[in-house]
């Protein structure tokens, strides 16, 4: 069982919006503002998406927008496309360790 | 840009040491942190252990002492080593990078299947 709690998989059709959860306690995602989402495509490495909740490292698409409120981070993308289709983790810093999420299969249908 | 490369073992037999280098090209391995994360087959992703350049070091407590992580800067490299490993920690271990006061992982290498089986 993973730290960080995540559904298992979303769906949607290209050009709409899709938000993926993320629930943790008030010793991690709620404690601090060090959120962080990865995007994996399958057998590769996990990409950097989103970092510190709501921050878009250079070269990652203004589609991929996140948030954080209380214990529960979000991570939304906009105007799906398809070569958005990977597994989607969240990550929370919390006393000198880090944990993840179980990750997000995210479908284009 | 920074490039990171696991090499090691493929398979370990049960209670032996599972032994890893991360080599870091492109790019100095002073003033960052450096990160082992795992990914059980099907699973979702375990930080095992970071180190900062200097030496200092800190582990996920879940692994209960079994890991030593450590670093060789004259190569530009960091290991791991797990000790009385099991089927549990069969995984793909990735090797990551941190930046100084930053809390998320900006580069990794493309991980390594590790197998542990007689």
């Known amino acids: 069982q993973s730290a960080l709690t995540q559904p298992a998989s979303v769906s949607g059709s290209p050009g709409q919006s899709i938000t993926i959860s993320c629930t943790g306690t008030?010793?991690?995602?709620?404690?601090?503002?060090?959120v962080s989402w990865y995007q994996q495509l399958p057998g590769q490495a996990p990409k950097l998406m989103v970092y510190?909740?709501?921050n878009r490292p250079s070269g990652v698409s203004h589609r991929f927008s996140a948030s954080k409120s209380g214990n529960t981070a979000s991570l939304t993308i906009s105007g799906l496309q398809a070569e958005d289709e990977a597994d989607y983790y969240c990550?929370?810093?919390?006393?000198?360790?880090?944990?993840f999420g179980g990750g997000t299969k995210l479908t284009v249908l | 840009q920074v490039q990171l490369q696991e090499s090691g073992p493929g398979l370990v037999k049960p209670s032996e040491t599972l032994s890893l280098t991360c080599t870091v090209s492109?790019?100095?391995?002073?003033?960052?942190?450096w990160s082992w994360i795992r990914q059980s087959p099907g699973k979702g992703l375990e930080w095992v252990a970071y180190?900062?350049?200097?030496?200092?070091?800190n582990y996920n407590p879940s692994l209960k002492s079994r890991a030593t992580i450590s670093i060789d800067t004259s190569k530009n490299q960091f290991s791991l080593k797990v000790k009385s490993v099991t089927a549990a920690d069969t995984a793909v271990y990735f090797c990551?990078?941190?930046?100084?006061?930053?809390?998320?992982?900006?580069?990794w290498g493309q991980g390594t299947l590790v197998t542990v089986s007689s």
């Open positions: 990551a990078r941190r930046d100084y006061s930053r809390y998320y992982f900006d580069s």
């Open positions: 492109g790019g100095s391995i002073s003033n960052y942190f």
């Open positions: 180190l900062y350049y200097t030496g200092s070091t």
């Open positions: 008030s010793s991690d995602v709620a404690a601090y503002n060090y």
């Open positions: 510190e909740v709501n």
């Open positions: 990550s929370s810093y919390t006393n000198s360790i880090w944990v």
